[in-house]
Structure formats: C-alpha cells, structure tokens
C-alpha cells in the first residue's frame, strides 16, 4: 500500500464531519441508589485550566464520536507534517548539491628567516 500525499491528507482532515477535545468518562454517585445514571462528562484544558462539561446520556453517542474525529484528525496532521518534513529535508540536501564548496586550504608555510 503506498502512502498518501499531502492532498489526500488533507482531503481527509476536511471530511471530518465533527470533532471534540477532550476526554469522556462515566460516573455514579453511590450515595444515590437507584439513580439514573451513570452520568458522562467531558473534561479538557482550556485556556490552561481544566474544564469539565456534563454530557446528557443521548449526547454521548455523538461526543465519542467527535472525539473519534479529533484523534482522526490528530493522526492525520501528524502524517501530513511528517510529509512535509520529509520534503523539506530533500529540497535542503537537495541546495546544497547546487552549491560548490569551498574547499579549505592550508597556509603555506613561511620559511625561516635565520
């Protein structure tokens, strides 16, 4: 299989339909028997603090879903960047064959002036 170039990465990234930050996680309370839970919420950082969100029970479905576009789209930036460092790296390599270096010479030496 060979891989994919930088417009189909990027046609793939732009497909996404949703995506979320964040992580989701189920809890109960056990002080409350016969609740109905489990409850979900969504915690992330933002702005450098941690933010939690409670998620309704018919909203899960979709926030694991953008969160499956967010780790889609995560993985896909990463092969995009690892393309574009790879290219770079040979158009780099590639310069300096264009260019002649110069090559070092060494002093001559002085004779002895005895």
């Given at each position: 299989m060979s891989q994919p170039d930088k417009q189909q990465i990027l046609g793939q990234i732009a497909a996404i339909p949703a995506m979320e930050r964040g992580k989701l996680s189920a809890y109960?309370?056990?002080?409350?028997?016969?609740?109905?839970?489990?409850y979900h919420r969504l915690?992330?950082?933002?702005?450098?603090?941690?933010?939690?969100r409670?998620?309704?029970a018919e909203e899960v479905p979709a926030v694991q879903a953008a969160l499956a576009g967010y780790a889609q789209f995560q993985q896909l930036t990463g092969q995009y960047?690892?393309?574009?460092v790879a290219e770079t790296r040979q158009q780099i390599a590639g310069s300096k064959k264009?260019?002649?270096?110069?090559?070092?010479?060494?002093?001559?030496?002085?004779?002895?002036?005895?």
């Open positions: 109960s309370f056990e002080d409350r028997p016969g609740a109905a839970g489990p915690q992330r950082w933002e702005n450098g603090k941690n933010q939690t409670h998620i309704p960047a690892d393309l574009v264009n260019f002649p270096r110069h090559q070092s010479f060494s002093p001559k030496k002085r004779k002895s002036s005895n």
